[in-house]
């Protein structure tokens, strides 16, 4: 399932839904794609703190793996990384479309592993409760960029998946602080060099 947690609709049809199907279908393992509200901007929508907050409940008990995506981040790398200022809803949903289109790849295209949906997300998630997921995408290029894009190895990708400026979630790092995940899981694409 693929919504908003600070809206009306996103979050209020949204848990509604994902109550639903947590109890018509309750063996089915339910994934959402839950974006989170920019941190810096006001909102039109008054109750958008509580409609969060509410939502952030039924996702903890009713979903088995919820990616956050957060606008701060989609918007600060549409500026940063893609170079565009001002991003509009079309390219902030592109950018949302590649990492769903890459965090579902095993699936549709099975592999000697990770090919259905438990074998994602079971060493992912180290207990039930504990199934918030941050995303990294990297290289993060417009559609007239991608020819430019440079031969790098394995070892250079998953460094790069790990800085703040690739991630879909606003973190802060401290320097000098030793951080550390409790898992991760890289689904790397393309020809492979080792070198």
């Not at 947690?5 to 209020?12: K, L």
């Not at 899981?185 to 393309?190: C, D, K, T, V």
């Amino acid at each position: 399932m693929t919504h908003s947690i600070a809206g009306g609709t996103g979050s209020g049809m949204g848990s509604y839904i994902l109550e639903r199907l947590n109890s018509r279908f309750p063996k089915k393992l339910i994934q959402t794609y839950s974006v989170f509200p920019n941190a810096e901007d006001t909102s039109d929508v008054v109750v958008q703190p509580y409609n969060s907050l509410l939502t952030l409940k039924r996702l903890t008990l009713n979903a088995d793996c919820v990616v956050v995506l957060d606008n701060t981040a989609l918007h600060r790398i549409a500026a940063e990384r893609l170079h565009i200022e001002t991003p509009s809803l079309a390219q902030i949903n592109q950018l949302v479309s590649k990492v769903m289109s890459a965090s579902t790849a095993t699936l549709r295209y099975p592999s000697y592993m990770n090919n259905d949906l438990i074998g994602l997300i079971a060493p992912l998630t180290p207990t039930p409760r504990l199934h918030f997921l941050m995303t990294g995408y990297t290289p993060l290029t417009t559609d007239s960029e991608v020819s430019t894009v440079r031969r790098t190895t394995v070892f250079d990708v998953m460094r790069r998946l790990l800085q703040p400026k690739n991630m879909m979630v606003s973190t802060q790092v401290q320097r000098g602080v030793n951080h550390c995940y409790a898992a991760i899981l890289n689904i790397i694409q393309g020809e492979l060099s080792f070198l």
